[in-house]
């Protein structure tokens, strides 16, 4: 018997958003942990805000609303507060009733300023790293480190003379002769962002207006330990990783660090050595002559393979970041604000890799 097309929506309706999320949904896990990490950050959200004044946007629906706009590759905050107002999947990880209302894109947008002007993002990844810890996830004796660039938001139009005072052309795409001019950090700024860099990874890519981001993982699950965005240059990398390795590196044990080629330098390795650092780096003997810093006694150990073996994994964490994070060109500028967003993005990271890992809070 046919069916007829009867509308019937219902005055009322007696259902919480709960009954609608099925048992077996990959966002419980998720969302048990990231419950668990903000309620061990609630004394933090007390001294943050004022105890007068108007009620704001309750800080961890704001981290909870983020991190489901990285999960769920959400491009904008207007998006993203739109599927809030009908998903009832959104409003579940909110903790939102059905007759809730939903705030605006703009007070949602000035309320997660305020956040980003704290360090509230990275003590956020810290609470998730100690419940992999608790859960015995990391490893602390082996670890990888390597680096990308981020496309900025700016275009190369924007990269002008920093002695150019003349008006800029009229016209929402105007046209730039670039012909006969030399582009250079030196002597050029972006209008747009002016902390973004012209720079290229190798020479078989074109140079772009690009940020440097660098990540930390450990070898035993892949996890992100830490994570830095800074300006792009050729030093950044290894700088940064320095920096880096010295926050976990325990004085009284030795740990191992992975690393590319590009980290084959004798500054490198020397500075590892002094951290009590095995620097487990690709030998660079790419051009004829060149002599590496990396010799027989590092590379006929089998844990050197190993390390070279598992340091691969952090390219798909790069991977993860740049196609479902949307972090291969960012929708921010500033190096501060970039950097807050990527760690949140780690983070998101590390909450799915955990879940697939079998994980839940502890």
Not at 146 to 163: E, M, R
Not at 172 to 199: F, V
Request: glycine letters at 4%.
């Amino acid at each position: 018997m046919r069916g007829f097309d009867q509308p019937s929506d219902s005055l009322f309706v007696y259902l919480s958003p709960e009954s609608f999320v099925p048992k077996d949904h990959p966002l419980r896990p998720i969302r048990q942990m990231v419950d668990a990490a903000l309620e061990n950050l609630s004394p933090v959200f007390c001294q943050m805000y004022s105890h007068t004044g108007r009620p704001s946007i309750p800080p961890e629906r704001l981290l909870k609303a983020m991190l489901l706009q990285v999960l769920y590759s959400i491009p904008s905050n207007v998006k993203l507060v739109e599927q809030i107002h009908f998903s009832l999947l959104f409003r579940w990880f909110l903790g939102m009733g059905l007759d809730e209302p939903v705030w605006d894109n703009s007070s949602f947008t000035t309320n997660q300023d305020r956040l980003i002007q704290t360090d509230i993002a990275a003590k956020f990844l810290a609470e998730v790293l100690e419940q992999a810890k608790r859960g015995k996830l990391l490893s602390k004796e082996h670890f990888s480190v390597d680096g990308t660039l981020i496309q900025s938001w700016a275009s190369l139009k924007s990269f002008k003379p920093k002695n150019d005072d003349q008006e800029p052309p009229s016209g929402k795409n105007p046209t730039r002769d670039y012909q006969g001019e030399k582009l250079a950090n030196e002597t050029h700024l972006s209008s747009t962002d002016p902390e973004a860099r012209l720079y290229r990874k190798g020479l078989n890519h074109e140079p772009r207006l690009s940020f440097a981001a660098h990540l930390l993982t450990e070898n035993q699950n892949g996890l992100v330990i830490t994570s830095a965005v800074t300006i792009a240059d050729g030093f950044a990398e290894r700088e940064t990783a320095k920096a880096m390795i010295a926050k976990v590196a325990p004085r009284k044990r030795r740990i191992s660090i992975a690393a590319d080629r590009n980290y084959d330098t004798r500054g490198f390795v020397t500075a590892m050595r002094e951290l009590n650092v095995t620097p487990h780096v690709t030998q660079n003997i790419t051009k004829k002559g060149r002599r590496s810093s990396i010799d027989g006694r590092t590379t006929r150990h089998t844990s050197y393979a190993t390390s070279q073996k598992f340091r691969k994994r952090i390219e798909e964490v790069f991977g993860w970041l740049k196609t479902v994070g949307l972090f291969r060109k960012t929708r921010y500028r500033g190096v501060k604000k970039i950097d807050w967003h990527f760690t949140l993005a780690v983070t998101a990271y590390n909450l799915v890799r955990m879940r697939n890992l079998g994980i839940c809070a502890t």
